[in-house]
């Protein structure tokens, strides 16, 4: 049975026509599905009973169902959700001054398996479908709402579990409910989609628009980045990518993000700052942005064979890129005590199941 939570709007409204229903009965249930976050349609109470016990035959609501809950001293609040085939993903809640972010993830388990990275470690299982990818936000409301927190969810990024480009359509179906006014209504600069530069779907998550960017960059050359992430560097090597995304399209004022995740003894030296200003110096799109994410080894699940860098490898490579006037902010990783960084919770799920 379809589910009523992986249609973005003018599908709903086509699926309502099929079923000789006018398009505003679509709307109205795209309302309280997504702005009053109900999904059972016998309380959807503006439809005449008919239609609703139509709903309940013919289109079901399958929602992920929360396995576990784990907040860090920091406020982190880590979910494992588990889907209905009993597959688990993991969804991040990252407390801000004034708001919270969620950390969506879009695939069980990442073909790509890069090095430093706990859903690496556990392959490609499947891909999440709209329905599930949005589930997560509705779980982070919810759970929000029931803690009467004062902080609303402003933020999302798309950096869990799973590179989205290669879950692009469903993303993409994904996007159109976050962003439209009948649905989540986030602003599309609030949105960011973050991946390691899949070709040509790149070029279509621009001509979409309905988020940012952030390029997971993690090394300055292809040698090294083959080294870290063998098959994203395979797939798209780093001069390729970097004419890919000069052509990327941007709204005005906005910028791509890069993140680079520093490993201690493998990419955080000196020479590698100065790799990354010379990668930059010949980078003629918009004026780039660099986010430093130093490595934490995961507090549970699997040892990823790599080390923190030191306090002060951080302090010199941030200053040897301002220095060369790039824009570059140093994020504070949160929920370390919880495993909150990419994968950890699944990958500790799996290693360690709970009794
Ligand atoms: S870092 Fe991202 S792309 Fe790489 S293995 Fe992890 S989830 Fe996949």
Redesign the pocket.
């Known amino acids: 049975m379809a589910d009523l939570l992986d249609y973005p709007l003018p599908k709903l409204e086509e699926r309502f026509a099929a079923m000789g229903e006018p398009a505003y009965r679509a709307r109205q249930v795209y309302q309280w599905l997504w702005q009053k976050g109900v999904v059972d349609p016998e309380k959807m109470t503006n439809l005449a009973k008919p239609l609703r016990a139509r709903l309940a035959e013919e289109l079901s609501v399958v929602l992920p169902t929360v396995a576990r809950l784990q907040e860090s001293g920091d406020g982190t609040i880590k979910l494992l959700l588990e889907l209905a085939d009993g597959e688990a993903v993991e969804t991040v809640l990252i407390p801000e001054k004034d708001h919270y972010t969620l950390c969506l993830s879009t695939?069980v388990g990442?073909?790509?398996?890069?090095a430093?990275?706990?859903?690496?470690t556990l392959g490609f299982i499947r891909q999440m479908r709209p329905g599930e990818i949005l589930s997560q936000i509705l779980h982070a409301r919810r759970v929000l709402e029931e803690r009467g927190s004062e902080l609303a969810l402003r933020n999302l990024v798309f950096?869990?579990?799973?590179?989205p480009l290669n879950n692009l359509d469903n993303v993409l179906a994904s996007l159109e409910t976050i962003t439209s006014e009948l649905g989540l209504n986030f602003s599309t600069r609030r949105v960011t989609v973050?991946?390691?530069g899949v070709p040509d779907k790149l070029e279509r998550l621009g001509e979409a628009g309905l988020a940012s960017l952030a390029v997971?960059l993690h090394a300055p050359t292809q040698e090294l980045r083959e080294r870290i992430?063998p098959r994203?560097a395979r797939a798209c090597p780093l001069p390729e990518l970097m004419d890919r995304l000069m052509r990327y399209p941007l709204k005005p004022r906005q910028r791509i993000t890069f993140e680079y995740i520093l490993l201690g003894g493998i990419n955080d030296s000196p020479a590698h700052a100065r790799d990354l200003v010379r990668l930059f110096s010949s980078f003629r799109g918009s004026k780039p942005k660099i986010n430093l994410i130093a490595f934490n080894p995961p507090a549970q699940g699997p040892s990823l064979g790599f080390r923190a860098p030191s306090p002060e490898d951080v302090e010199q490579f941030q200053e040897l890129l301002r220095n060369k006037d790039i824009t570059v902010m140093l994020r504070k990783s949160k929920g370390q005590d919880i495993g909150a960084a990419?994968?950890q919770l699944r990958a500790a799920h799996e290693f360690a199941p709970e009794p």
């Open positions: 695939q990442c073909a790509m398996a890069c430093f990275c706990a859903t690496g950096m869990g579990m799973g590179e973050s991946t390691v997971s992430m994203a990419c994968g």
